[in-house]
C-alpha cells in the first residue's frame, strides 16, 4: 500500500526540468505567455498604536489593465495582513499558502500567530523558489510583541522597517513618506500620509490605478477599509440610465409547420 | 513502517471473522476516561472526564478537547497520544480542504477523512490501530452535528453518545434524558448530569473538560470558571 510508504518532507524549490525545453521554445520563435501582474503601489507604515497598510486596485497583463479594482491586501491571520506586489497568482497562493500554515501553527500553539512566524515562513519559500515566485510583499501585523512592519523580496530577503513601500509606484509613494512620516501618529494622520503615498502612486505611475484599499491593524483588532478612496469614477455612464423603446411591432410563427415529429426507435448505444 | 519486513498487516482475521486487533483496540477504549456528546437543536456539546495520574501533575497544561477547525471539536476516550496523532492529521486535511475547494470543511467530510486514515491503520503494513474513539462535535451549514469515529474507521452521527468507562451506564441516562427539541444549556447541564452519575471523586472544573459550539459556529472549551458555574447551576 503506497500509504505505508515513509512520509518524507516535500522537496520544495525551483523544479529546474522544463528550463531547457522552455528556452529552446522561445529559441525557435514561441512567444512566452503574459502573465497578470500587480503593477502595483503597496505601502505600510507602523503608527502610535499599531500599523497600517495600503494599496492600490489596479491589475495589469502586459499594456492592458484587466482590473480596475482588485484587492491586494491579503489575510494572513486574524492580526495579521500582507500586501502584494508582483505576479498576482504568486502573491495570492503565496498569502494563501502561508495562511494556512499559520491556522495550523495556532492550533498547534494554542497562541495567536506573530508577525516574525509569518516572515520566516514567507522568506523560506521564497527563497526556496530562488526568485521565480515573483512576490514583492509589504508584511504588517500587531501581536503579543507589538506592531511590526517588514518588506519581503521575491528572492527571499526582508527588511524591517517603521514605512515601506513596494511595486512600481514604491518611488512614487516613498518620495511622499521621506518627507511626511513621522514617528508616533495617530490614527488620522498615518491614514492621511497612507492615502496620499498610494494616490502619488495612483496618478504617477501606469502600473498602478483606480482606487485606494487600507488596513489599519491594531492591538485591539483590525479594519479593513476596502475601496476607502475611490479618486477615479467612471464619469462618462449615462447618467440617465438606458432604456428601450415600447414594442413597435412583433410577428410569430409557429414552428410546428416546419418540424415534422416522427415515432422511431430510441438510438441504439454502442 | 514501510520497511518490507513488515510489509504484511499485523491486523488480520481471525477464524470466526472478527478483527482481534480491531476489539483489542475496542477494549482499549473502553477502558479509557469516559466522554460524551450531546447534540442540540442549537448547538452540540462535548465533555470528557479528565483524571490527572496524580495531584502533581499541572492540569492547565492538560487539553484534552482539542479544536479541529473554528468550528469543529473534538473529544476522545483511549490513548492519548494516539489521538494527538489524528487531530494533526484532520487538522491539516481541513486546510487542505479548504486550499483546494475555497469554502469550511464540512463535519461530515472531515470526519470521513479522519476515519478513512484510521481503517488504513488496520489494513496496512507494520502498524496498529489506532486505540481511541473520538467525538467530534460541529456546526456548519448542515446544523450542528455529533459523529463518533472508532478504531475500526466506522463512523456514526449520533444524537448524543458516551464513550469509555461507563458507557452503558452514560447511554441509558442519556436515553433517558435526551429530548429532540433540547437546547444548547439544557444539554450542557444535562451532559454535567452525565458525567457525574460515574465519576469518582468530587467533580470540579479542574477535572473535567467541556467544549461547546453555537450557532456563532466557534467552537471553545469552557473555562474552568465556566464549567464549575454549570456545576453550580446543576446542583
Known amino acids: 500500500m503506497t500509504k505505508t510508504a515513509i512520509d518524507l518532507p516535500p522537496k520544495g524549490g525551483f523544479s529546474f526540468d522544463l528550463c531547457r525545453r522552455n528556452a529552446f521554445l522561445e529559441s525557435q520563435g514561441a512567444k512566452m505567455p503574459k502573465f497578470r501582474k500587480t503593477g502595483t503601489t503597496i505601502v505600510g507604515l507602523v503608527f502610535k498604536d499599531g500599523v497600517i497598510l495600503g494599496a492600490d486596485t489596479r491589475a495589469t497583463e502586459g499594456e492592458i489593465v484587466c482590473d480596475k479594482n482588485c484587492e491586494k491586501i491579503h489575510y494572513l491571520a486574524p492580526n495579521i495582513y500582507c500586501c502584494g506586489a508582483g505576479t498576482a497568482a504568486d502573491t495570492e497562493n503565496v498569502t494563501d499558502m502561508v495562511s494556512s500554515q499559520l491556522e495550523l501553527h495556532r492550533y498547534a500553539t494554542s497562541r495567536e500567530s506573530r508577525v516574525v512566524t509569518a516572515l520566516t515562513m514567507l522568506k523560506s519559500h521564497l527563497f526556496g523558489y530562488q526568485g521565480k515566485v515573483s512576490a514583492a510583499l509589504v508584511l504588517g501585523g500587531v501581536d503579543v510583541t507589538g506592531p511590526h512592519l517588514h518588506a519581503v523580496y521575491p528572492h527571499g530577503s526582508t527588511d524591517t522597517l517603521p514605512f515601506a513601500t513596494m511595486g512600481s509606484g514604491s518611488l512614487a509613494a516613498m518620495a511622499v513618506f521621506e518627507s511626511r512620516f513621522k514617528e508616533g501618529m495617530t490614527k488620522e494622520q498615518g491614514i492621511e500620509v497612507v492615502c496620499a503615498a498610494i494616490c502619488a502612486g495612483i496618478f504617477n505611475d501606469l502600473g498602478s490605478g483606480s482606487n485606494v484599499d487600507l488596513c489599519v491593524i491594531t492591538k485591539g483588532g483590525k479594519e479593513y477599509l476596502r475601496n476607502y478612496q475611490q479618486p477615479n469614477p467612471r464619469s462618462y455612464t449615462h447618467s440617465k440610465g438606458y432604456h428601450f423603446t415600447t414594442i413597435l411591432s412583433s410577428k410569430i410563427r409557429s414552428l410546428r409547420n416546419h418540424v415534422r415529429v416522427v415515432e422511431g426507435d430510441a438510438m441504439e448505444e454502442e | ?235
Open chain 2, 1 to 235: 513502517m514501510g520497511d518490507s519486513q513488515y510489509s504484511f498487516s499485523l491486523t488480520t482475521f481471525s477464524p470466526s471473522g472478527k478483527l482481534v486487533q480491531i476489539e483489542y483496540a475496542l477494549t482499549a477504549v473502553s477502558a479509557g476516561q469516559t466522554s460524551l456528546g450531546i447534540k442540540a437543536s442549537n448547538g452540540v456539546v462535548i465533555a470528557t472526564e479528565k483524571k490527572l495520574p496524580s495531584i502533581l501533575v499541572d492540569e492547565n497544561s492538560v487539553h484534552k478537547i482539542q479544536l479541529l477547525t473554528p468550528n469543529i471539536g473534538v473529544a476522545y476516550s483511549g490513548m492519548g497520544p494516539d489521538s494527538r496523532v489524528l487531530v494533526r492529521k484532520s487538522r491539516k486535511q481541513a486546510q487542505q480542504y479548504k486550499r483546494l475547494y475555497n469554502e469550511p470543511i464540512p463535519l461530515s467530510q472531515l470526519v470521513r477523512e479522519t476515519a478513512v486514515v484510521m481503517q488504513e491503520f488496520t489494513q496496512s503494513g507494520g502498524v496498529r490501530p489506532f486505540g481511541v474513539s473520538l467525538l467530534v462535535a460541529g456546526f456548519d451549514d448542515n446544523g450542528p452535528q455529533l459523529y463518533q469515529v472508532d478504531p475500526s474507521g466506522s463512523y456514526f452521527s449520533w444524537k448524543a453518545s458516551a464513550i469509555g468507562k461507563n458507557v452503558s451506564n452514560a447511554k441509558t441516562f442519556l436515553e433517558k434524558r435526551y429530548t429532540d427539541d433540547m437546547e444548547l444549556e439544557d444539554a450542557i447541564h444535562t451532559a454535567i448530569l452525565t458525567l457525574k452519575e460515574g465519576f469518582e471523586g468530587q467533580i470540579s472544573g479542574k477535572n473535567i473538560e467541556i467544549g461547546i459550539v453555537d450557532a456563532s459556529r466557534k467552537f471553545r472549551v469552557l473555562t474552568p470558571a465556566e464549567v464549575d458555574d454549570y456545576l453550580a447551576e446543576v446542583e
